[in-house]
């Protein structure tokens, strides 16, 4: 069976020539969105086809694509509110200290002194590196930047992520 995973959520349309706004969940938009990918276009659970990607840019906030076949408003609008997903086969080997935002969301955080303080629930990626959002049973969300100083070990299989707690990282 198939496992997909979601790479981005189509938004809107922009202009007349079949491009569609994507806001993406996926930490390589040039990989999953370059010229010749095929990705699976979900309404909900299900899978309503396969697309292939025409071109790719970025505008604002956004990716812009257009697929295959598909030259107008027209034939992509049906789309809008659609999500677009990979198969989770295709994924490549990534570097050491690299995760795909599927491996890092709803990790368990601690720190170095066994102490809970929640799970991931977003990730944000501000340029620089990304910072994970941790959601704990109680109490702020923390912003946690995944830099060296701070996130000591991460196991996708475990779900378990160490992190030193520096003076001021967990807001109060």
Known sequence: MTHWLNVGKIVNTHGIRGEVRILASTDFPEERFKKGSELAVFKEDHHIQTVKIA?????????????????????????????????????????????YYHEILGCDVVSTDGEDIGKVTEILATGA??????????????????????VKSVDPQEKKIVIEVMEGLLSE
């Open 129 to 150: 590196n990304d910072v994970w959002e941790v959601t704990p049973v109680k109490g702020k969300k923390h912003y946690i930047p995944y830099i060296e100083q701070v």
């Open 55 to 99: 071109s790719h840019r970025t505008h604002k906030n956004f990716d812009l694509v257009t697929f295959d076949g598909m030259p107008s408003i027209n034939d992509v609008e049906k789309f809008k509110d659609h999500f677009l997903k990979v198969d989770a086969a295709t994924l490549t080997e990534l570097e050491d200290h690299a995760y």
